[in-house]
């Protein structure tokens, strides 16, 4: 036997829609983003950078493997190239230079030279 009920069943159990206002338009800004792509260096150097490393890595060996490779490297001051000639016939970057200092004067135990 079915039983009969006084109440009507909710919508969400019988399926039921019941017809609304739509709900009104919003609108929001879009942010774009930046392109954050470094454009490297293609034409002659103007001047040696000191290469950005992380404790524990070798620069000398960084810059070795960004050679063979043709892999990007990152200077202190930001600049990104490809290393591509010996970078002791170029003047060193003043920018990365001022860098080095500041992080020797906090960091005991770094060389005088950044090559040394």
Sequence with gaps: MIERRDRPLPSWL???VHASAPAPLTTRTVETIPDTDHVLE??????AHIVKTEPGE??????LEARIYGTALEALCGHVWVPSRDPKQ???CEQCKSIYDMYKAFNDGLNDQPNE
């Excluded at 293609?42 to 001047?47: F, K, L, Q």
């Design 14 to 16: 019988t399926g039921a």
């Design 90 to 92: 170029l003047p060193l």
């Design 42 to 47: 293609t034409a002659e150097p103007a001047s």
């Design 58 to 63: 070798s620069a000398a060996a960084k810059v």
